[in-house]
């Protein structure tokens, strides 16, 4: 069938506009910066970064210093050094987790956080006796700081807030809770920042005691293989290496670099990614951090309040007034999950994704893990009105 895709659910003309609503996995398309930033890279340098004193390794170096004061500049911090370059953000919580639990230690997490922290954590329970407990959340997914502060102890070494749920769109207080873990004075905050750097403004102080992983892919703009940590003043005497090698520096050395950010940074850098990321980055700044979060909460609020307006579809989360990111979930009477996304797909041409979306625990805590999760619609930069329009008549549509 020439021009045509067929699937489980039905039939969708190939021609007809993609409506990609999956911008929290990894956003869509990327600024045509982001290309040409990449493929100028790939045609005409070339070389590694921090591997030579030759012309075109030093402007590998440049490329990826300018990505590296581009996140320091969303972060609001002065040294960039402190901007460590990881895979992903997976990567980055593997690294803060893996360098800075010690056996025996005591960890608070929150029922938001992605399998990225909770299967580490967990690691650490079944093998090094690390104690974890969960901050629960309120019924429209936030925790309370006063939650928080009760489930601190003496012991506790490490704090773990998913920013923003990849499932709800709940954006959580994070200076009130930074706030009730400084006044604890002895445990540091790691924040998972994968939904929100980039897409809502940074709060926290420069000088904060906090671990920030986050994902190049997302609202940062870049392309997939590009994460970051940025590691807090003081905070690298305490983070492991993890992994360990060759970082263009110090070589006659067998330990690790003491120096940021190659000590964190063994082997080569995706430069290539990390030059389109540059490109994202400077994207974000001239649009405005600002413009992008009201960009996104209009149309989130639109597709919420009109996805709520839909006899037997249920929202999940915050409602409009409250704090939130571009992320909406949903249930609708009589479909599964799955089944729903597939049928969006095939028949209306709109890409969302369904399932537990490697959160479990506050899928348990909303009442939907028995449910197979909820779809998930997630807006992005070049989300239009339109898209939204189309989601919504074609809910109606399954839903009557």
């Not at 809770?177 to 926290?204: F, K, M, N």
């Not at 940590?229 to 330990?255: A, C, I, M, N």
């Amino acid at each position: 069938m020439d021009g045509m895709i067929e699937s489980s659910a039905g039939v969708h003309d190939a021609g007809a506009r993609r409506v990609y609503l999956d911008n929290a996995a990894t956003t869509w398309p990327k600024p045509e910066a982001v290309w040409l930033a990449m493929d100028r890279y790939q045609r005409d340098n070339g070389a590694s970064a921090g591997r030579g004193a030759y012309r075109h390794a030093v402007e590998a170096q440049r490329i990826v210093m300018e990505a590296r004061r581009g996140v320091a500049r969303l972060l609001q911090v002065s040294d960039p050094r402190r901007v460590v370059w990881t895979a992903n953000c997976t990567d980055s919580l593997n690294l803060a987790l893996h360098g800075y639990l010690r056996a025996g230690c005591h960890v608070v997490a929150t029922e938001n956080e992605h399998n990225s922290v909770l299967r580490p954590l967990r690691w650490w329970s079944d093998r090094w006796g690390v104690r974890v407990c969960f901050a629960p959340v309120d019924g429209a997914g936030f925790v309370r700081p006063s939650t928080l502060a009760g489930l601190l102890r003496d012991e506790t070494r490490l704090v773990v807030v998913n920013h923003a749920s990849n499932v709800t769109g709940a954006l959580q207080p994070l200076p009130e809770l930074a706030a009730v873990v400084a006044a604890h004075g002895r445990a540091t905050l790691l924040v998972d920042a994968a939904q929100t750097l980039g897409q809502v403004p940074w709060e926290l102080e420069a000088d904060a005691r906090v671990l920030v992983a986050a994902a190049g892919h997302k609202s940062l703009l870049g392309p997939l293989g590009t994460g970051l940590l940025y590691v807090g003043p003081g905070l690298e005497e305490e983070l492991l290496p993890v992994p360990q090698g060759g970082s263009g520096t110090e070589s006659e050395r067998d330990t690790p670099p003491e120096s940021l950010p190659d000590r964190f940074e063994a082997g080569n850098l995706n430069v290539p990614a990390l030059a389109g990321l540059a490109a994202g980055l400077d994207f974000v700044h001239q649009r405005g951090v600002s413009a992008i979060a009201a960009h996104h909460r209009e149309l989130a609020n639109a597709l919420r309040t009109g996805l709520a307006g839909i006899p037997g579809v249920r929202v999940l989360g915050p409602s409009s007034d409250l704090p939130s990111v571009g992320v909406v979930s949903c249930l609708v009477d009589g479909f599964d999950p799955h089944e729903l996304a597939a049928i969006l797909d095939g028949e209306f041409g709109i890409e969302s994704r369904a399932g537990l979306h490697c959160a479990p625990r506050i899928h348990a805590a909303l009442g939907t893990r028995e449910h197979g999760g909820t779809v998930r619609f997630s807006v992005g930069f070049a989300t239009t009105p339109a898209d939204i329009a189309a989601t919504l008549d074609a809910i109606r549509t399954i839903a009557g």
